[in-house]
Every structure is written in C-alpha cells, then in structure tokens.
C-alpha cells in the first residue's frame, strides 16, 4: 500500500497534504481533466535512462521531458525514456506509471522541472491511478531534495 507508506513518511516529517480520491485515470492529462485542475497543477512522474542511470523526472502533466536539454544539463552521453520494464520492479507497492516524485524514496536521483516552482503547492499520483495528495512545494523540495532545472517543454496541443 504505497498510499499508506507515503502518508507515514509526510507524517513523520510533519508536512500537511490532503489525499484526493478520484475515478480511475491512467494518464497525468487525464487525472488533470477528470479533477478539474490545469495540466501545469498537476505533476507526473516520468522514468528516464540518463547513459545507464534511471533517474525520475517531475514535470507539469502538460508538459513533456526535452531529452536534448536533459541530456545536455546533465553532461549525459545518452538520454532516453525508460519502459516500463526498465523500472516496473523498482516501485513494487505503486501501481506502473502512478509512482510519486519521491525517488528519494527509492534510491533514484530526481530532476524537477523549474516551472513546478511557479506554484506554492504540488499536486501528484500517490502510487494509484485513483488517489492524488497535494501538499507544499517547499515541502516537497526539502523532503525530495530534486534537482531543479529547465528540462520541459509545453507539449504544442495544450498551448494552443
């Protein structure tokens, strides 16, 4: 129960969230859509290869990962979107692809993208495609401790 860990650890560090219950939705856009919030609220968590480091990206949900800018900012020799079997076993108690931004957690370095800090607040999957949490942006960023940095662009159909 990824849910439950997750609450332990905000409440061990005394950080306020709220859990949010919704339908199922299997894509950032999608949980974005169904929950009435902007796709820039709203954070997804994406699994990259940096040479033959995974590392998690954080990023708006309408927002895509640049893996040239990435690749470049990181001196990387290689940049690529991670499958999902590339990092299914590291988050045993998520479900794929609804894993939090706390890489912290799993011994995998994090990349949030410089937009996320425009907000005081973030907003992210809670290791299920049916629950969110909201909490503190500086919250997040002493718990996580990302790196943060321009790596996301807006992806062409939301900005028009």
Not at 131 to 148: A, F, G, H, Q, T
Request: proline residues 4%.
């Amino acid at each position: 129960m990824m849910l439950e860990s997750l609450k332990n650890y905000l409440d061990n560090y005394q950080v306020k969230f709220v859990v949010i219950s919704h339908a199922p939705a299997y894509t950032a856009q999608g949980v974005a859509g169904l929950m009435h919030i902007p796709g820039k609220e709203l954070a997804k968590t994406i699994i990259v290869r940096l040479d033959r480091e995974l590392v998690m990206c954080v990023l708006p949900a309408n927002f895509h990962v640049d893996l040239g800018i990435l690749k470049e900012a990181t001196h990387a020799h290689a940049a690529t979107l991670a499958t999902e079997e590339d990092f299914r076993d590291w988050f045993p108690q998520c479900e794929t692809g609804a894993m939090p931004p706390f890489g912290n957690l799993y011994g995998l370095r994090v990349y949030a993208d410089r937009s996320l800090e425009q907000d005081i607040e973030i907003v992210f999957n809670a290791g299920t495609h049916r629950e969110l949490i909201r909490m503190n942006w500086e919250d997040y960023k002493r718990l996580v401790d990302p790196i943060v940095m321009g790596f996301a662009t807006e992806n062409a159909a939301e900005a028009a």
